[in-house]
């Protein structure tokens, strides 16, 4: 495996990003970190963060979907770099004004909160607070079987 291959498990490696203000950049970025892209205006960091990074980890998902569901979608240019490695599918969070209520989270906002919702129920585990053991669906079989081995003093409410 050659270094930048091993280093993309790490970062998010962009060889000569030349997309709007960006002059044939070459950057690492670290994966599972916060990173803050800072510099003064015009200096490049949106051409980074939103037309480089963000356009392709879309593009790269888009391209990930069957031709069927490509079609719905209209075509994503790449970004003009050279080379971009270890980079997942992305979702991008503009910093504006955006009226809600005070309830409102990133997560609702970006409607990515419904999706995780989605995919807690089907593969969370649910767990008790009381005794820390799985909670598990129980059949209509069980529930009797349990009820017929109480003693029959056992008053059962149904």
Known sequence: MIEAEKDAQRHIIIKGARVH????IDVAIPKNKLVVITGMSGSGKSSLAFDTLYAEGQRRYVESLSSYARQFLGRMNKPDVDYIKGIAPAIAIEQKVITSNPRS????????????KLLFSRIGKTYSPVSGGLVKKDSVT?????????????????
């Open 105 to 116: 989270t990133v997560g609702t906002s970006t409607e990515i909160y419904d999706y995780l």
């Open 142 to 158: 069980d529930v009797i079987n349990f009820i017929m081995a109480l003693p029959d003093d056992t008053q059962v409410t149904v």
């Open 21 to 24: 203000n960006l002059k044939n």
